[in-house]
């Protein structure tokens, strides 16, 4: 799955989305810190990259020697079933508008139909007007709201959702 990507973001980039590892996590952990996200945490995503079946963790790198750090962003998503479940998409401040979060969302909803789901959920905060924006743009509509579903501080969420099985036989017609 390792695959570089650069068209989608600006020139210069030196973008590659790769698999995330375990190496990766300080650095998934403070961009989840610093991007205001619910935190999982290290244990969490440790976790999760030990069920690596149905995971989907994905980390978007970048040249080190220029910034001081490797990882520009991380999206963590899940199949179960027939379904890709978007659990985390984050980006460094710095790196916001570059087109890095659609890149690494359009490789795990790609990875997702890979692995035959049909449809694509996930949450958003009500109030996150930037991230629903990206999830927009990406083809994913509102179709519920979840009262209170976030804590610290508490507010809704917008359940968004896509079809993918729509997307691939709409692809190949």
């Known amino acids: 799955m390792a695959t570089t990507e650069s068209a989608a973001t600006n020139p210069g980039l030196n973008l590659s989305i790769d698999r995330m590892t375990e190496h990766d996590l300080v650095e998934v952990c403070q961009i989840e810190d610093l991007s205001g996200l619910?935190?999982?945490?290290?244990?969490?995503?440790?976790?999760?990259?030990?069920?690596?079946?149905?995971?989907?963790?994905?980390?978007?790198?970048?040249?080190?020697?220029?910034?001081?750090?490797?990882?520009?962003?991380?999206?963590?998503?899940?199949?179960?079933?027939?379904?890709?479940?978007?659990?985390?998409?984050?980006?460094?401040?710095?790196f916001r508008g570059r087109g890095i979060g659609s890149v690494l969302l359009q490789t795990s909803l790609d990875e997702g139909r890979k692995r035959k789901a049909k449809i694509a959920q996930l949450e958003v905060r009500a109030g996150n007007e930037a991230a629903q924006n990206l999830y927009r743009r990406s083809g994913f509509e509102v179709v519920g709201r979840r009262r209170s579903y976030y804590r610290a501080p508490v507010e809704d969420a917008l359940l968004m959702s896509l079809l993918l099985a729509h997307n691939v036989q709409a692809s190949q017609d």
């Open 38 to 94: 619910s935190a999982w945490g290290w244990d969490a995503y440790h976790h999760e990259l030990q069920s690596r079946g149905d995971s989907i963790m994905l980390v978007a790198r970048i040249d080190s020697s220029l910034h001081g750090f490797e990882l520009a962003g991380f999206i963590v998503a899940r199949t179960i079933a027939d379904e890709l479940h978007v659990n985390n998409v984050a980006v460094r401040h710095e």
